[in-house]
């Protein structure tokens, strides 16, 4: 068989943009979505992003019968955008098969993290083995495929500390990456939360493609949460920053229940003591200390409180 052609767009539109142009590509893209959002700024350090923060969003097209009206119709939907802000000109190219699979898996690699989970992109199912619990995460809808160290960590924890049966708690739960993973290991109950409504769409998405809606709600927002009642959470999961972590540390204390942990991860180093700080004035008790290059992890429960 030939291979196939693919034409590759690209666009950098303001953050604002970002999901209705998203969805525009992926609707009528069919061959992916990828977002690559600007950096520059550290939320650690207090740092707020740009006020015009912007995003590449690139879209792979397989050149078949209806390509010449999916192309068509994303001009036109551009175009609209357009009159609500300005954008650059559309980039478009046209690559082949093997350089589109090659993009894809430049993107996203397969990861196997503690003893049973692995993170793959969805057309690598073959590389599961028998006993693995699989957590599928589109690399087009990234924010977070386990590949940080802070979410490997996270993961690492999740697998050691989940009992079956189990309520988890996400805080800025991204890609949904683990809550997936905590429905997949046993947990009864996921409630994620995210401030990004980019990423909370791409989250359902994937929660929806890993069959895990049953036991998984992810919702706008953050903590403190109407859906969370005091002493909700068995285990709480946190991979956000140190300066969000330090502000949440009351909230996600009062989640916590009794002889519940706390994995808190996306710490810097250096900003270490402002978290322990935060969380000891909170009434959570550090139990375990992981390092990755230059990220902390915390491993907490409720000071004086064992877990049952």
């Known amino acids: 068989m030939t291979p196939r052609s693919w034409l590759e767009l690209k666009v950098r539109v303001p953050f604002e943009f970002v999901e ?3 969805e525009l590509f992926r ?18 350090e207090g740092e707020s992003p740009p006020p015009r923060q912007s995003a590449i969003i690139r879209a792979y097209m397989p050149q078949t019968a209806a390509y010449r009206r999916n192309r068509e119709l994303v001009h036109i939907g551009l175009q609209l955008v357009g009159k609500l802000t300005d954008l650059p000109p559309l980039e478009e190219r046209e690559i082949q098969e093997r ?12 990861l ?60 800025g739960a991204g890609s949904g990456v683990l809550s997936i993973g905590a429905a997949k290991l046993g947990a009864s109950r996921v409630l994620g939360v995210e401030i990004d409504r980019v990423a909370l769409k791409a989250g359902r998405a994937n929660v929806r493609a890993n069959g895990v809606s049953g036991a998984v709600r992810l ?22 920053n140190s300066v969000a972590l330090a502000n949440l540390a009351p909230e996600l204390r009062r989640a916590a229940a009794d002889g519940g942990r706390l994995v808190a991860s996306g710490v810097l180093q250096e900003r270490r003591g402002q978290v322990v700080d935060a969380f000891a004035a ?15 992890t915390l491993v907490c429960g409720s000071a004086g409180a064992a877990r049952r």
């Open 99 to 110: 350089e589109w699979e090659e993009a894809w898996k430049a993107h996203f690699t397969p």
């Open 282 to 296: 909170a009434g959570l008790a550090i139990i375990e200390e992981h390092r990755d290059d230059d990220w902390v």
């Open 27 to 44: 609707r009528y893209g069919k061959g992916g979505v990828a977002i690559e959002e600007a950096g520059g700024w550290n939320p650690d």
């Open 219 to 240: 919702y706008a927002g953050t903590l403190p949460n109407e859906r969370v009642p005091p002493g909700w959470a068995n285990l709480t999961l946190a991979n956000v």
């Open 20 to 22: 209705p142009v998203a």
């Open 112 to 171: 196997r993290v503690g003893e049973r989970l692995l993170v793959q992109p969805p057309w690598l199912r073959d590389e599961a083995g028998p006993g693995d619990v699989v957590i599928e995460i589109d690399p087009g809808l990234a924010f977070g495929t386990g590949h940080h160290p802070t979410t490997n960590r996270t993961l690492a924890c999740m697998e050691q500390l989940l009992r079956p049966g189990d309520a988890v708690l996400d805080v």
